[in-house]
């Protein structure tokens, strides 16, 4: 028998699709297809993936002959318990919804992702807005496919668990699984650890790397010595001491809790690093609480403990909370410019600012057709008046003047000169002349001009120059 006519049967004997285990061994199924038909051969890696899959040895595949048949079946004489099981409809259903229930909460964790997202919106840089949204997507689509190869496989198992009848048979140290499905009979072995176990009210649901197999709890309680080996860890995580698994258990619990709470450590040091002139590399003591939790995962499963939501949610956290540090960084540098330009030009100017004041920021200048810019600078603050304080602040400097002259409007830079705003506040000073709010003599003039919107209590202050209008 050829290496192609021996995967043939195994396949067959498993009830499987060229398909199904083309997926399984991560190729395609003309690959499969290939080797079946001895026009290529597998390759080492999947040599020994295909002996996982199908329960047989390499020396099997490679020959054609059975080379030990006890590893395929245990002997009558070995064998410790066993007992014959077919499932129903209403079983496989129950451990179907029940496995789908728990494909649901990898979704939360696009959460935090989405919430970043929103509040990054309109205020951040499209890069960055977009950056996170391209994680959010490829999130929601990872899911997504995780999803519909959870439910396909559903679908398998319990479209083969209604066509066969299963007898459990238990030796010392491997479960072994018979089915017999439309003539065809399978044979699977499993090592202690490679079960793993769903317990509802009635039935319990078996996930193995061949597939989901439902069981009555009725017909495995009566097997106690195989629920028993079901229920029990492999080896490995038998050595580990159970005072240590409890205290990684509550490491992991208490790292997440942190991880989850880092974000709000953000937000508390930036309104401390703002309140108290608090140096912002304070601020990026932030992220090392996920990262820590990120590492801890990361080690953890190394060595065989269940720690990969840490991995999952410190990943997820420490990329928030250092966008969120790099924002602030980008908005503190921006304040502190901000607050030179406005100090320099207000001084320069003598215009003076109210002492409740509070610089916010820098902007961009946008000029357009009418005035076209070479350069220009533009900073922000708040008044931090009221309505009556507003006018009072107008009234004490003549050289403001309510609503944009027609003469002027070529020389003021299209944000600034809206229609909605006909009765904002402008200061026009032509740097050159010394002239305010007077046009200029010539083109290729630079001008100062501080400006406050109508409904608003922010003023603008702006240091630009303008292109030769003949040019």
Known sequence: MTIGQKLHQCRNEAGLSQEEVAGRLLVSRQTISLWETDQTLPTIDNLLRLKELFGISVDELLTGEEQKPAQQSAPDADIIESFSYAPTAEDVKKVTRRLKRKDRPRYLL?????FMWVVLIG???DALTGFVFGILFVGLFACICQSIRLR???RESEKKALSAQYVYELTD???YIRTEREGVASRFCFEQGEVKCTELDEVFGLDTKHGIFTVGREALCGAPRILSFIKSPSPSEKAVPQKTKKAVKAASILLLINACLSFALVAALIGLSEAVSMPPVFVWLAPLVPLVCLLFGIAMIKRG????????????FTVITLIFCLLFTAHLKSKRGAEEIMTDLSQKYSVTLPASAEVLGMDDINGDDRCRLTS??????SLGLDGSGKKAYFSGDERWIQGLP???????????RTAKDSDAHYILIDCDSG???????GPGHSFVLFYVPEYSYTIYAAEYTIMNNED
């Open 123 to 125: 205020d951040a840089p």
């Open 173 to 175: 140290n491997r479960l």
């Open 110 to 114: 696009l959460l935090p992702m989405l």
């Open 406 to 416: 027609e003469e002027l409007a070529p020389y003021v830079p299209e944000q600034f």
């Open 152 to 154: 396909k496989r559903l």
């Open 435 to 441: 002239l305010v709010n007077t046009p200029p003599d």
């Open 376 to 381: 220009g600078r533009l900073s922000m603050a």
């Open 305 to 316: 403990f269940a720690t990969r939501a840490n991995i999952i949610i410190g990943a997820i």
